[in-house]
């Protein structure tokens, strides 16, 4: 079973970046479909962006220009390089598959947008 591991978050003012990383484990996750996920208390966590195995991304509108996905499958990893950040992308971020079922969750990264 693939263990998913998230770090890069923190504190950043508004119009900052931060680059997120997703180390998984325990199994390749080079032939996945992955995503990043996001979770504000009391809401539902969400798909933000995926990429495929065969790495073509889709970026929604509201992320479209300022975030960028992409994968390392020499590293069995998955990063998000997030820019022009706003404090609407405050959440805890979560990586995991994209292609119809899940793996067991990691424990996330908190991403904070505030001056």
Known sequence: QVQLVESG????????????SCAASGSSIRLNDMGWYRQAPGKQRELVVS???YGY???PDFVKG????SRDNAKNSLYLQMSSLKPEDTDVY?????GGG???WGQGTQVTVSS
Not at 9 to 20: E, F, N, T, Y
Not at 94 to 98: A, F, G, H, V
Request: contains cysteine; proline residues 3%.
């Open 102 to 104: 899940w793996f067991n």
């Open 94 to 98: 979560y990586c995991n598959s994209s």
């Open 9 to 20: 978050g923190g504190l950043v003012q508004p119009g900052g970046s931060l680059r997120l």
């Open 66 to 69: 300022r975030f960028t996905i």
């Open 51 to 53: 990429i495929m195995y």
């Open 57 to 59: 991304t889709n970026y």
